[in-house]
């Protein structure tokens, strides 16, 4: 087996704990905030069910780029660059705390090593713009108006009862709201790096073209993203769960139930929506939709941007690596020595002032606490 | 360069997923309701205060088409 056949399995498995710790916050980060579950609990719960998930579904991705780009351009050199582009990318929003999609952050990898390997032909424009770009606009949108909705009806509703006896109940209902989210997670995103590296032990010649992914590789791609959802990418959690708005039982439960409805459906009728983008659409609607909640608009605008700039940068890094690493064994190397470069100064930086399970909760005092207007 | 958006799943996605989501939450807003009148406050009264009788199968009924719509969305997550 070639040497670049390995590095990409590794590098793969690599983007998949990232996939894994940055998106724990789509399903946790409420639960996290209104107290549902314990933080170290509810990275535990999301981890086992991410891995889960990775044994449960065998709808293996039947092409790496889902028709971005000419499958048959694609070498294990683009893929390498690509998944280095994307975890890039996921490290540093994951250093400024911000939610962003990661697939989409490996579609773009993918395009800018595409386009430098086999030219700007190669790569779908028109596709990329209406499976990233077009989705990536609605998908907030369509959650936020479903949670707003939600969470107002669910407040006007239980608005007269004993208020101590709603809040237990909504936090209840969170636990398995949110288990629902991480468990169509790890259904999902595991599959990827398993059609990841099944598509490239197939380009090797290491299996026959239209395999299942071997044992191996279920075990290993489960493993990967579950151990990177229970490291918990806690600035994210921070960002969606405390960041936003004051969450109360009520909104988390609203939010979560949208987030799966909105996945669910969404995937079962063609039309897949970016998790991450979903998630964070339902929380910016559960909290417009409780009457007195301060939710802080400019925070969308920051991630609005993120979203943006994920795959133009994804790719731009993507790019470099493929460029570097396509001139042979040594260019591999120095893509592979700069990239954990990289993502050891990042991993420094993050301890300046580290996030973890502890103070995961407290906002600093940069953002301004919102005046916590509680109907409680 | 060809866009081609279907305007008509994108749709479909909206009314379903507000459709089942809003649905869950209500049943689950007005479950949790019926509960809470049977727990309001038995200190306001001196005699042991129960809630109505409606309350107990009210909830039920709620928190069971809740459990069906989620081992619905576990059916179509694990198929």
Known sequence: MDV????????????????????????????????????????????????????????????ISSGLLEDTKITPVVIFGGLIGAIVWNLVTWLLGLPSSSSHALFGGLIGATWVAAGADAVHF??????????????????????????????????RAHRATVGAGFKTGQVVSASLVSLAHGTNDAQKTMGVITLTLVTAGALAPGSAPPFWVIVAAGLAIAGGTYTG????????????TEIETPQGFAAETSSTAVILVSSQLGFPLSTTQVCSGAIFGAGAGRQLAQVRWSLAGQMGIAWVLTLPAAAIVGALAGW????GTVGTVVVAVVGLAIAGAIYAL????????????????AAPQAAAVSNA | MSVTIDWGALGMVFFVSFGSAVGVIVLFAVGVSALAERNCAPSQASQKVTGPRWARPVATLCFLGCALVVV????????
């Not at chain 1, 670049?4 to 793969?12: E, K, M, Q, R, W």
């Not at chain 1, 990418?233 to 405390?242: D, E, Q, Y």
């Open chain 2, 72 to 79: 619905y969305g576990l059916y179509l997550i694990i198929k």
């Open chain 1, 324 to 327: 570097v690493a396509e001139t």
């Open chain 1, 350 to 365: 993050s301890r300046g002032e580290p996030v973890d399970a502890h103070n995961v909760n407290e906002v600093p005092v």
């Open chain 1, 4 to 63: 670049i056949v390995l590095v990409v399995i590794i590098t793969a498995l690599a983007f998949d704990f990232t996939n894994g710790f940055h998106d724990t916050a789509n399903a946790m980060a409420t639960s996290i905030a209104t107290g549902a579950l314990k933080p170290k609990v509810a990275v535990a719960l999301s981890g086992v069910l991410n891995l889960i998930g990775a044994f449960l579904s065998v709808a293996v991705a039947e092409t």
């Open chain 1, 233 to 244: 990418g806690w600035r994210i959690i921070r960002t969606l769960g405390k960041r936003i």
């Open chain 1, 126 to 159: 028109g596709t990329v713009v209406s499976k990233i770009l077009v989705p990536a606009v609605l998908a907030p949108i369509v959650a936020g108006v479903v949670a707003l909705a939600g969470t107002y009806l669910a407040y006007r509703i239980t608005s």
